[in-house]
């Protein structure tokens, strides 16, 4: 079955500590997301990437970083530089840049701060 | 800055009733609107979509009406099913960038 793979399930993150997020697919998309959400706000998106080895900045990349090494992998490293990180983190992809497509999410990696 | 504000934030309907939920983009360059179902502990899946050449798509018991003039959007959930209880978020985008609402909890009561 295709589809996206976001792992862990459930993290826990010390003060201090920076912590990474995994996201794989199999769905050949070329464009992945990863988006921030907080109850009420809605998604907020922290980067994305249309191609291998390039990645943009979203509206609230401070303190996130991205690495795009392969096609199928898109991790998220939270750094101790982002100071409110409890969140439900999601990844998503998309065939080419994804604008005019729908997105396929994963079930997302709840991050809370300990 | 919004650019996809969505109402209500919460609504319950009775089981069979219309859910209504309403949004309205303000950049005109968008021309993809899909709307998202999340249900607790879940990503969103997409639900239905609608382009602007067209007022109106219907899938099942779900419905998008659109409004290009007006540049508002709502999806329509007829005989509304308690499993139907989910968040459903709209969105709006352009090439290179997808803008969502802040989400819609529906409840379907029994």
């Known amino acids: 079955d295709g589809g996206i793979t976001q792992s862990p399930k459930y993290l826990f993150r010390k003060e201090g500590q920076n912590v990474t997020l995994s996201c794989e697919q199999n769905?050949?998309?070329?464009?992945m997301y990863w988006y921030r959400q907080d109850p009420g706000q809605g998604l907020r998106l922290i980067y994305y990437s249309q191609i291998v080895n390039d990645f943009q900045k979203g509206d609230i990349a401070e303190g996130y970083s991205v690495s795009r090494e392969k096609k199928e992998s898109f991790p998220l490293t939270v750094t101790s530089a982002q100071k409110n990180p409890t969140a439900f983190y999601l990844c998503?992809?998309?065939?080419?840049?994804?604008?005019?497509?729908?997105?396929?999410f994963g079930s997302g990696t709840r991050l809370t701060v300990v | 800055q919004q650019q996809v504000k969505q109402s209500p934030q919460s609504l319950i309907v009775q089981k069979g009733g219309i859910s209504i939920i309403n949004c309205a983009y303000e950049n005109t360059a968008f021309d993809y609107f899909p709307w998202y179902q999340q249900f607790p502990g879940k990503g969103p899946a997409l639900l239905i979509a609608i382009r602007p050449d067209v007022s109106e798509k219907k899938e099942g018991r779900f419905t998008i009406s659109f409004n290009k003039s007006a540049k508002q959007f709502s999806l329509h959930i007829m005989d509304s099913q308690p499993g139907d209880s989910a968040t459903y978020f709209c969105a709006a985008s352009r090439v290179g960038d997808m803008r969502f609402g802040a989400g819609t909890r529906l409840t379907v009561k029994p």
């Open positions: 769905l050949n998309h070329d464009a």
């Open positions: 998503a992809s998309s065939p080419h840049d994804g604008a005019n497509y729908g997105y396929t």
